[in-house]
Structures are given as C-alpha cells and as structure tokens.
C-alpha cells in the first residue's frame, strides 16, 4: 500500500522511497532545486533543469550523482512506477507520481502553482489516488491579485522610486522568483542590476527556453538609475544611501507584513498556489484521501473535510479532531 510520513521530508515505509528529504540518503526524488528539499544524495532523481540549478549551488560532485527524467517519461524504481509532471513553481519543479503494480497511484506535489510564471514551466496535473500536497497558503485570506495587477505593481514601483532620485531595491530569493521579477521588468525601460546568486542561475534558465534579460553585476557603489534585484539574505550589505525597498513575497497579504520585513513595500508576488488554486488542484486531481503538508496544514485539511473530501495534516496534528 502506498502510506507515507513526515520525516524530515517524505517517506513512504512500504516503498523505502524518500522525497524531498533534508537529509542525504542513499537515494532520493527531488522535487526541484530549493535548499529545504535538496541533501548531498548518493543518487537522486530529478528533471534535467533541477540537476542543472542543483550543479550551480552545490558543486559537480552532488550534480553528477543526479539522475535526469524528462516529465511524463516513467522511470521503474523497483516495483514503482515514477513519473514527474511540472509543478508550476520554478524552473524545472516537479510532482512526483508514484503507482503500484496493483495501479494504486499517489501524487506528491513538492511545491507548486496553477497560475501562469514567466520563469517556470506550466503546471500539468495528473490524477491519482493519493494526494501529499502543500499547503504554505492555506488559508482563505491568502487570495493572490491577478498576475497582471502584480507585475504592474512591481514596474510601478522601480518606476515611482527612480522618478523620486531613489535606487529601488527588490528582494527577491534567488532560484525562480528572482528570474520571474527580472522577466516582468525586462519589458520596461530599466537598467537591472543583480546580485550574483541570481546571476549565476540565469545560464540555466537561457539553456532551457527561458530567455534572461541582459544585467550588470551587482556594484553598491554606482547603483543610481538601476534597479537593483537580490536576495533578502544580501540586505545587510547594502550600504547608507537613498534606497526604497520592496520584498517580493506571498506573505505581503497579510497586514504589517512591510514592518515584519522592515521594508518600504511587500509585493505579494508568490511562487505559491494561493487558497482558491489548493482547492481547485484537489478537484483537478480527484484523490480519495489527501494529507497537507507545510504550512496552514490543519486549516486547508479541515476546509477540504467540510467539502467532502478525506484530509488530513500529514503530520497527524489534527488526527485528534476525530474523537
Ligand atoms: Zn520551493
């Protein structure tokens, strides 16, 4: 049967089969190239693009024991059938679909979104019987603006802080929603500046069809009239000077958010499936049992339950409602 646990990622004990797993282990389905689901495996499956992002922030030795599947293809894991499907999260992110020889099937999504990126491939949803999602943006308060709305939101911005004679400063991590906001600001008339953890990832996405603006190279002492794109962890270096700060992150919905962040703006661009995209993800796959993990687990499983569906936290923190 195809159970399976929280483990410091996840594990299926009748399988032996880890995914996502934060520890190295001798072998590993990895969902796409962010560090909380990503080890040193001995040997690890995943799509051509993680392996490649994977090569550029954990060296060859790690890269080479990664094993490439395209998506859809079926690589036989013992008895298991693998396949990925693109998740819609970053560039190269995949659900993992397992089946038993009985045809018994199980979807586990990593990550993901429905809505259209400029930077990642469009999600394909497959059925199963078995759904592990996430479930980061639980909750119905987490409803995403349209596409649209926030990537006008973000060329507003530079625009508004460059006409004030201020440098605008967007944080952004650097696999995926860096290369998404340097998409939505290649169509406007800025000169990008860009640290080089996202530098170095830009070669990855040109090599696999998603064509990069040109940027300079990060340079705190001649940063006027650019827009400057770096990771949240860089903000310490950057130095006295009339700067205006957005974060660029789904969290930006809930109130104070720029204060928590102590930034100027929090723009609510996410590489997440907002609350309605969760539920219409559980009606596109059509599961007969779904566990939630990370994040808003116990409120999405309860909000599932009362549409009829059999949920519950993976982690079994809410098992205690049924008595
Ligand atoms: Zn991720």
């Not at 930077?119 to 987490?142: N, Y």
Request: with cysteine; glycine share 8%.
């Amino acid at each position: 049967m195809l159970t399976a646990v929280e483990r410091g990622g996840v594990y299926l004990p009748n399988c032996g089969l880890w995914m996502d797993a934060r520890r190295a282990k001798p072998f590993a389905v990895v969902s796409h190239a962010h560090s909380d689901h990503t080890a040193r495996h001995q040997s690890f499956l995943a799509t051509a693009p993680t392996i490649d992002c994977m090569r550029v922030r954990m060296g060859d030795a790690v890269a080479d024991r990664g094993v490439a599947v395209d998506y859809g293809e079926v690589y036989q894991h013992g008895a298991l059938r693998i396949q990925l499907f693109p998740a819609g999260h970053v560039l190269g992110s995949a659900m993992v679909r397992i089946e038993a020889p009985n045809g018994e099937s199980l979807l586990y999504t990593g990550d993901f979104k429905m809505r259209a990126g400029l930077a990642a491939e469009p999600i394909e949803i497959p059925q199963a019987d078995t759904l592990i999602m996430e479930s980061t943006f639980g909750r119905p308060e987490f409803t995403f603006p349209s596409s649209e709305v926030l990537q006008q939101q973000i060329r507003d911005f530079c625009v508004q802080a460059l006409a004030a004679g201020e440098v605008p400063v967007l944080l952004a991590y650097s696999l995926g929603k860096a290369q998404e906001v340097l998409k939505i600001l290649q169509s406007g008339d800025f000169t990008l500046m860009v640290h080089k953890t996202i530098r170095a990832l830009n070669p990855v996405f040109d090599k696999h069809g998603i064509s990069m603006p040109t940027t300079r190279p990060l340079d705190f002492l001649n940063m006027q009239d650019c827009v400057v794109v770096m990771p949240p962890a860089a903000r310490k270096k950057i130095p006295r000077g009339r700067q205006r700060l957005a974060m660029i992150s789904g969290w930006g919905l809930q109130p104070n958010s720029k204060y928590r962040y102590r930034t100027d703006a929090v723009l609510p661009l996410s590489d997440h499936a907002d609350y309605p995209e969760l539920l219409q993800f559980v009606d596109a796959v059509g599961p007969k049992k779904v566990f939630t993990l990370h994040g808003s687990t116990v409120e999405l499983a309860a909000a599932l339950r009362r549409r009829g569906v059999d949920a519950w936290s993976l982690s079994g923190n809410d098992q205690l409602e049924l008595f």
